[in-house]
């Protein structure tokens, strides 16, 4: 580490096969957290490479739990965190609001390391116990429609350095990763990032790896479509910038996606998403994500005719029902 750590401190980059290699040795617990919270500060002073990121998730792949559902067509929404923003779970409501919609979710998460409430914090909070059994998230995912996979339980590099992220509190290069490994490879993703460098990482290795993705990012940093600002969407076909207005919304403003000051106010916010009493601002922000989520999967699909699927499941009363379901399976 000492060698990568002085090549790194040279604004040099690392090769593919280093940055996969550095990872493997931070899954075998071979470096200090002193060493540890030194590599993960370099990429906060300077970008990460397509080869590096390439690399980090050749290792993180390499040692993770696969998980195989035969083929099941599902998607994975999921953001990087680390926008400094402090939302609330809006990936993870939008899951069952797919869900509502009659699709398909599976999805990658973890603790927040950089806000109060991270997808593993506002289910544990449910009462959800995660769990590695493929039987059991089968079932969940047949009968909810979303299967949760807790990063921990699937990748030990993410394991292994969870306490150095926590204590730095600060974005680290993991928030990019944890969006590229999912252990199923779900063949559709809708991933929120939060710079414009690293959608256009993103969609590279997506093309590579023959995903059918869509990666959003909203111009004023946050890592998914939040409304209150112009956003990009780039897929494998174009990279377009919407306005909330051109689809329809109203637009909203900072306050109105603030998280909370605890999991358990978090929690609150989400119920009251999928409930379909969170007020305009709320709802609207992750009908918006839902919906491109149903346009990864169905590219078919009007723009207008996702949005409208989207808020018909929670105004239905589908998605709370979804996710009432994948509670009862899960706790």
């Known amino acids: 580490m000492k060698d990568i750590l002085n090549k790194m401190f040279e604004h040099r980059s690392l090769s593919r096969e280093e940055s996969r290699d550095v990872l493997l040795n931070i899954a075998d617990g071979r470096y200090n957290d002193a ?4 590599f993960m500060t370099v990429f906060l002073m300077r970008s990460i490479t397509l080869d590096e990121l390439r690399g980090f998730r050749d290792a993180i792949l390499e040692r993770r739990v696969p998980v195989d559902f035969g083929g099941v067509k599902a998607i994975d929404i999921v953001g990087t965190g680390g926008d400094g923003k402090n939302t609330f779970n809006i990936s993870t409501a939008a899951c069952f609001v797919v869900a509502g919609a009659g699709r398909k979710v599976v999805k990658h998460g973890n603790y927040g390391a950089t806000s109060v409430s991270g997808a593993s914090n506002v289910l544990e909070n449910h009462g ?7 039987d059991r998230l089968a079932r969940s ?4 429609g979303v299967c949760y996979l807790h990063a921990p339980f699937f990748s030990p590099a993410l394991k292994s350095v969870g306490p150095v992220r926590k204590a730095l509190g600060v974005r680290t290069f993991f928030n990019m990763l944890g969006p590229l490994v999912n252990p199923v490879l779900p063949s559709y993703q809708l991933l929120g990032v939060y710079n414009l460098r690293l959608l256009r990482l993103y969609g590279y290795i997506a093309e590579e790896e023959g995903v059918n993705c869509t990666v959003v990012h909203s111009l004023d940093g946050y890592d998914e479509i939040s409304l209150t600002s112009p956003f990009k969407v780039r897929t494998s076909e ?4 919407y306005s909330p207005q051109s689809l329809g919304f109203a637009g909203c403003c900072e306050e109105d996606l603030w998280g909370g000051a605890t999991v358990a106010e978090a929690s609150a916010i989400f119920d009251s998403v999928l409930a379909g009493t969170a007020g305009r601002a709320r709802t609207d922000c992750v009908v918006a994500n839902a919906a491109f989520a149903l346009l990864t999967l169905e590219p078919e699909l009007a ?4 949005v409208s699927l989207a808020r018909e499941s929670i105004e239905s009363g589908r998605a709370k029902e979804a996710f009432v379901k994948f509670v009862k399976l899960n706790s």
């Open 141 to 144: 995912l047949e009968e909810s």
């Open 238 to 241: 174009t990279t377009r910038l």
């Open 128 to 134: 959800i116990v995660f769990t590695s059994d493929r």
């Open 35 to 38: 060493m540890l919270a030194a």
């Open 303 to 306: 723009i207008s005719d996702a």
